[in-house]
Nanobody
């Protein structure tokens, strides 16, 4: 599975962005999807995960209620809707795919997109 993330950009605090992740290759596989992020000088951290076909979700505590993960299996595309953004949300966001149910660590995922930068100004 190859993943291509997009939708990052610069936004003011309180604003919104929607990230997309298009999958290609073995898209017939029933893989779980997730988003991680990595800020400068910090480790990659879990943001949100969604099961196949999408009935189960999991969120990092600091984004729950502000971010929504979803997927459109027919389009092989996953989304991360981010609202009420804060400066501390600034990071490179990566989409990932794997076969562990709602995994929250990078090791749970086998495939990674290239990352898209989100910058939130105060």
């Amino acid at each position: 599975v190859q993943l291509q993330a997009s939708g990052g950009g610069m936004v003011q605090a309180g604003g919104s962005l929607r990230l997309s992740c298009v999958a290609s290759g073995r898209t017939s596989s029933r893989y779980f999807s997730a988003w991680f992020r990595q800020a400068p000088g910090k480790e990659r951290e879990f943001v949100a995960a969604i099961s196949w076909p999408g009935e189960g979700t999991s969120y990092r505590y600091s984004v729950a209620g502000r971010f929504t993960i979803s997927r459109d299996s027919a389009k092989n595309t996953g989304y991360l809707q981010m609202s009420s953004l804060k400066p501390e949300d600034t990071a490179i966001y990566y989409c990932a795919a794997g076969y562990q149910y709602l995994g929250t660590t990078p090791l749970a995922y086998d495939y990674w997109g290239q990352g898209t930068l989100v910058t939130v100004s105060s």
